[in-house]
């Protein structure tokens, strides 16, 4: 390949680096962000502002040029110029891919573990082409790759997953036994001690883990910590607990707080500083190969890359834009917002709508939990078991539904505590230069402390389990997927060459936009979801007027089931039927979605209201339900019907059915044109026509009977006609009374109450 070929490379490695950087703070803003979000210690465009000062400073201190994207994997003085670059290549499309799918999913993952691991992958992948070239045996492979510092980093990784996660539900424990939930209420000494310790741990980590490669002190300062660390960090917890004791009682300053924003800085400064190579670094290492290579004359398949082995480090002024596209990418993507969703979710104190599914794992670990605690509670003493309960005993407060979407996961306590033991954790393993993932620990910590903070009780803990045996499940998937993709990607350059890099790179383009879209196109769902779902209103008329577009969409829906249904039969289509079966699945888990938030409903509803709105509320689920069920039923029967290659009905039967259809498509058309209008007075005339409809179904069963009698051959055309005209009755019914339900309640000379704004700072 000509040198314009390798500038091309160089070119689109580039680009893919500023998408990386994009995909790759979508991924990692979970690492900072959780603990500050989740207490909402304070505003979230505060957090977004500390946040991206952290990751400005960071991504200006970083050394840029991380040993493992240029030696640290694979030994450059066996590779050439040729091969290295598709090395690189193999790399970088790899990695945007699995970060954006991992992103899609709102999973948060480990940057540096799937950087390694696409090294590893593209790196094997080319060695065994050259072994197999020169007729070499796999034992040569040793030669090529740095084995040693790969079975370290896999090690590494399985240290960090349990070490973290114990160690934060060790420290949690004993901070709640000793502060408890009453915190706010506890002496200032108190507060003051656990500042001075907690500054103390972030200030340590900043220093070792955020400044080390800065270089901002000569060495100095990280020598006298080095040297000296029991006396630097003695000296640290006497000077921080004596100003958190000052500022907390001159200027009524909450350390807590405090303690998360310094957190929240430090993390961001850490994950620029650092992980910052894991987006970039393999473009500059290739960028540096091929101003190498450009001046040395020599052929790309024969010059040696022990240039490589060297340190190069980065130009200053792309640190400097690498830390605006984050910056901007923190602030404006949607995605990173669902990662932290995620890592919230599993860890806040309180119940509520469970996003993972139990599995046969989680429910065997919870039982085993279960019965491990009432054994080591058998063996403290009464007296101790009753004062630790006490402790963790949370003040109950009554706070209207309108709010409770406000209240935060966790308190200020455990996200303190996330952020010192993570910080804590990630300065120990980089003093000893253990490999560690920051992903990993942040994420593990927060899920021990919330364990034994108590959050995940009986109603949650096996949705809890899962989530984190998920996210924990897809760590590994990355590591396996990302060195068998780079792999397979490298050794798909090698036989195409610079045609194969075209396509994949086109291919990478495709597969980001579709993600792109269908994550938008999931969130505006989100969004739009039932008005049911967040009913804040505490009256039937708040009710009534909330959830009028909702029944309204349902209807529509319903409508479109109906017809499928019939559609489906009437043609015999099996594709057809399965699409309308996944429709109607669709729609009943909805509907039990909203049943699982009758308890957070009733609860927070004002005494003076509980037994109206709430009676309406619930019937209007069971009408649903029966809705649902009704048109569950006549998809899955035919269905079954023709899945089974039973006769197809008669065209009388099916002439019957149309017009039964027809009927009922007035009937859902009127309806959800009155729920959208919410003119509930035009309910008279529709309810009208119950007698006619029922009637009318009543007519096409006698009169399959007498066919049934003289003229009918098919037992199983027999039973589907007749269930789909006793199911369509049982919906004209349900969606009759639920009409009815909104015609008698609704009064128009009442004003209902509305859904205030909520204060977006």
Not at 157 to 176: D, N
Not at 187 to 201: H, Q
Not at 482 to 507: E, N, S
Not at 739 to 744: A, S, W
């Amino acid at each position: 390949m000509g040198e314009n070929i390798y500038l091309f490379m160089v070119i689109a490695l580039a680009i893919l680096a500023i998408t990386d950087l994009v995909v790759g703070v979508s991924n990692d803003a979970v690492n900072f962000l959780n603990s500050a979000i989740g207490s909402k210690a304070i505003s979230f465009r505060t957090i977004m502002i500390v946040a991206s000062l952290g990751i400005a400073l960071g991504a200006m201190s970083s050394s840029g040029m991380m040993e493992v994207a240029r030696k640290g994997i694979f030994n450059p003085s066996e590779f050439v110029f040729a091969e290295i670059m598709i090395i690189f290549m193999a790399v970088m499309i790899t990695d945007i891919l699995l970060l954006d799918f991992f992103n899609t999913l709102g999973m948060p993952t480990s940057t540096t573990v799937s950087i390694v691991f696409e090294l590893l992958g593209a790196a094997v992948a080319i060695s065994l082409v050259k072994i197999t070239a020169m007729d070499g045996s796999l034992s040569n492979l040793s030669d090529y790759i740095n084995t040693e510092k790969a079975t370290q980093i896999i090690i590494g990784i399985l240290l960090s997953v349990v070490i973290a996660f114990t160690i934060g539900a060790l420290v949690q424990f004993i901070s709640r036994v000793l502060i408890s939930f009453k915190f706010e209420e506890k002496p200032k000494w108190i507060e003051s001690v656990f500042g001075g310790l907690a500054i103390t741990a972030i200030i340590y980590f900043i220093l070792i883990k955020g400044l080390k490669s800065a270089n901002l002190f000569d060495g100095l300062l990280l020598d006298f910590i080095a040297q000296s660390t029991a006396l630097f960090l003695l000296g640290n917890v006497l000077l921080w607990t004596l100003i958190s004791w000052a500022f907390s009682l001159f200027f009524k300053w909450n350390i807590y707080r405090v303690v998360i924003v310094i957190g929240t800085f430090a993390l961001a400064m850490a994950f620029a500083g650092n992980d910052l190579v894991n987006f970039i670094g393999v473009p500059i290492a290739a960028l540096q190969s091929y101003q190498d290579w450009q001046g040395s004359g020599i052929a790309a398949a024969d010059f040696n890359m022990q240039g490589l082995a060297g340190a190069v480090r980065t130009p200053t002024l792309l640190l400097l834009l690498s830390g605006a596209i984050m910056v901007i990418t923190l602030w404006f993507s949607s995605k990173a917002k669902s990662v932290v969703k995620t890592s919230v979710d599993l860890s806040r104190q309180d119940e509520g709508e469970e996003r993972f599914q139990p599995n046969f794992l989680s429910r065997q670990i919870v039982k085993f939990s279960v019965k491990a605690a009432e054994n080591v509670g058998g063996i403290v003493p009464p007296s101790l078991s009753k004062r630790i309960d006490a402790q963790f005993e949370m003040p109950y407060k009554y706070v209207p539904k309108s709010k409770a979407q406000d209240l935060p996961a966790f308190d200020l306590v455990r996200a303190a505590v996330n952020l010192m033991v993570a910080s804590v954790l990630i300065s120990i393993a980089t003093s000893m230069k253990l490999p560690l993932s920051t992903t990993y620990v942040t994420f593990m910590v927060a899920m021990g402390t919330s364990l034994a903070d108590r959050a995940w009780g009986a109603e949650s803990a096996v949705y809890r389990v899962a989530g984190v045996l998920n996210v924990i499940g897809g760590w590994f998937f990355t590591a396996i997927s990302a060195f068998t993709a780079a792999a397979v990607i490298a050794y798909i350059i090698h036989l195409g060459g610079v045609v194969a890099v075209v396509i994949l790179l086109i291919l990478a383009a495709v597969l980001l936009l579709r993600n792109y879209m269908t994550h938008n196109r999931k969130t505006k769902e989100i969004k739009a979801e039932d008005s049911l779902r967040r009913a804040e209103s505490q009256s039937i008329q708040g009710v009534i007027e909330e959830s009028a577009d909702n029944i309204g969409k349902m209807i529509k829906r319903s409508n479109k089931i109906y017809t499928g249904a019939i559609n489906g039969l009437a043609r015999h289509d099996l594709e057809a039927l399965k699409k309308n079966n996944k429709g109607v699945s669709k729609m009943s888990k909805e509907i039990e979605g909203l049943q699982n938030n009758i308890f957070y409903f009733i609860k927070n509803l004002d005494e003076s209201s509980v037994g109206g709105a709430s009676n309406f509320y619930i019937s209007i689920l069971g009408l649903l339900e029966d809705l649902s069920q009704s048109l569950e039923l006549i998809s899955r029967n035919g269905f079954t019907h023709v899945n089974n290659n039973h006769k197809k009905l008669k065209y009388t039967q099916i002439k019957e059915l149309k017009d039964l259809d027809n009927h009922l498509e007035k009937l859902f058309e009127d309806a959800a044109e009155i729920f959208s209008n919410r003119t509930f007075e035009n309910f008279a005339p529709v309810l009208a026509t119950r007698d006619s409809l029922m009637k009318l179904v009543d007519k096409k069963i006698e009169e399959q009977v007498s066919r049934t009698r003289t003229e009918e051959s098919s037992p199983k055309n027999t039973r589907l006609y007749f269930s789909l005209l006793t199911e369509s009755r049982d919906l004209i019914k349900a969606i009759m009374k639920l009409m009815e339900k909104f015609y008698v309640e609704h009064d128009s000379s009442i004003e209902p109450a509305r859904i205030k704004p909520r204060d977006t700072k």
